[in-house]
Nanobody, 120 residues
Framework: QVQLVESGGGLVQPGGSLRLSCAASGSIGSINAMGWYRQAPGKERELVATITSSGYTNHIDSVKGRFTISRDNAQNTVNLQMNSLKPEDTAVYYC??????????????WGQGTQVTVSS
């Protein structure tokens, strides 16, 4: 099993910054990728950023140049640095981990979600 605990989030003014962190525990060695989804009220959940076990990263176009995903292997933590925040970034952000349950079978664990509100 892989357990995820998120931290960070909160209320920030437009143009401000926030940093989200996601600490993983359990079967760390079986993780293929981690990242962040977000879900705004009335909208579908969307993938924001991903980092694979090999270090490959990907961000959706709407956050490129503003958000950066990174990982701290020593802390088993994945971070999302969010700069130049906009009101449309307001959402609940969920950390996820895709990992190998057993040979040939992958599954996903989720964090509890953290609210990010961008408002003046």
């Amino acid at each position: 099993q892989v357990q995820l605990v998120e931290s960070g989030g909160g209320l920030v003014q437009p143009g401000g910054s926030l940093r989200l962190s996601c600490a993983a525990s359990g079967s760390i060695g079986s993780i293929n990728a981690m990242g962040w989804y977000r879900q705004a009220p009335g909208k579908e959940r969307e993938l924001v950023a991903t980092i694979t076990s090999s270090g490959y990263t990907n961000h959706i176009d709407s956050v490129k140049g503003r958000f950066t995903i990174s990982r701290d292997n020593a802390q088993n933590t994945v971070n999302l640095q969010m700069n130049s925040l906009k009101p449309e970034d307001t959402a609940v952000y969920y950390c996820y981990a895709n990992w190998n349950l057993r040979i040939g079978v992958q599954t996903t664990s989720w964090g509890q979600g953290t609210q990010v509100t961008v408002s003046s």
